[in-house]
């Protein structure tokens, strides 16, 4: 099975889905990782294949970073999410994507939440798609939230499936506000599981994606 794993340059972004890469490797998946240049370093240097798209031109991604130091945090944070995740980034990345899918042929993606070329180039392709989560489902949410508009110039009803996408936790239950309603997270058997969502300790660990994986080899 042939898993690609697709994040944003932050580190901080790309971090938390180091234990699903590893989960897969041991249950000896293929994995590639997909992202701007600006990451590459990182993932070479953690021992992983990986695939490099382009990143936003300087003078865009430039004069939106000088807009985000004049807001208030709201409106850096909606700034941030709108233009540069969910426009610029996309822009850059989708072409790289597309060819990705395309010549790799992977059989699921796993993006992190703040990352959407995958999602679109999944979408247009027919491939499986989970997220992993790098904050809380609070901050997972608004940024859903924030991004929806922009998502959706990218295709009708984009923000829908990324409200309807498994979604993958370590963050355990005791930080979480008990009063969100978190995303779902899979079961090893299907990719649109109707369960509680489940966290590392129980069902919903690294592991998962890798027995998601196995369970579509034996299918």
Not at 64 to 69: E, L, Y
């Amino acid at each position: 099975m042939r898993v690609l794993f697709a994040s944003t340059r932050s580190t901080g972004h790309f971090h938390p889905l180091v234990p699903f890469i590893e989960a897969c490797r041991r249950a000896r998946h293929e994995v590639l990782v997909a992202g701007p240049p600006a990451l590459a370093d990182t993932v070479r240097r953690a021992g992983y294949p990986f695939r490099v798209g382009a990143a936003p031109p300087e003078d865009e991604l430039g004069a939106a970073r000088a807009r985000v130091r004049t807001l208030s945090y709201d409106e850096a944070e909606r700034l941030v999410v709108r233009e540069i995740f969910a426009t610029l980034n996309v822009r850059a990345m989708l072409p790289g994507m597309r060819t990705a899918l395309r010549e790799w042929r992977p059989d699921v993606i796993v993006r992190e939440h703040a990352e959407f070329a995958s999602l679109v180039a999944a979408e247009e392709a027919g491939v499986p798609h989970l997220q992993v989560g790098i904050s809380l489902a609070a901050t997972h949410m608004r940024i859903v939230s924030i991004a929806a508009e922009a998502v959706e110039t990218w295709g009708t009803g984009l923000a829908d499936r990324i409200a309807e996408t498994p979604y993958l936790t370590l963050f355990p239950a005791s930080l979480e506000d008990p009063g969100v309603a978190g995303p779902r997270t899979p079961t090893a058997s299907a990719i649109r599981p109707r369960t509680r969502r489940r966290r590392r300790g129980r069902t919903g660990g690294p592991g998962i994606v890798a027995r998601w994986c196995t369970s579509r080899l034996e299918a």
